[in-house]
Nanobody, 123 residues
């Protein structure tokens, strides 16, 4: 059993900053790509940023230069530093991870989602 628990969301004024964290726990052998997605009301879930196990990063054009994704492999945690926030960044932010687990001599890969954390950018 694997869980992803997000934290760090909240209400912030335009131009402000927030830092999201997502910690993975449970039966983890290794973690491959981790990422952040978001879903605004009435819209589809969209990719925000991803980071590979070797820390190669990928960003949506809308957040490039403002958001930074990072990870701490020792803590099984991924972060999203969000600066210069805009009202259009308002959404529920979800953590995602590709995790390899081990049961006896059997290894298996699954994709997991966190429960989501609300980010609201408003004056």
């Amino acid at each position: 059993q694997v869980q992803l628990v997000e934290s760090g969301g909240g209400l912030v004024q335009p131009g402000g900053s927030l830092r999201l964290s997502c910690a993975a726990s449970g039966t983890i052998f290794s973690i491959n790509t981790m990422g952040w997605y978001r879903q605004a009301p009435g819209k589809q879930r969209e990719l925000v940023a991803t980071i590979s196990s070797r820390s190669s990063t990928n960003y949506a054009d809308s957040v490039k230069g403002r958001f930074t994704i990072s990870r701490d492999n020792a803590k099984n945690t991924v972060y999203l530093q969000m600066n210069s926030l805009k009202p259009e960044d308002t959404a529920v932010y979800y953590c995602n991870a590709d995790i390899q687990s081990r049961r006896d001599s059997y290894y298996y890969n699954r994709n997991y989602w966190g429960q989501g954390t609300q980010v609201t950018v408003s004056s």
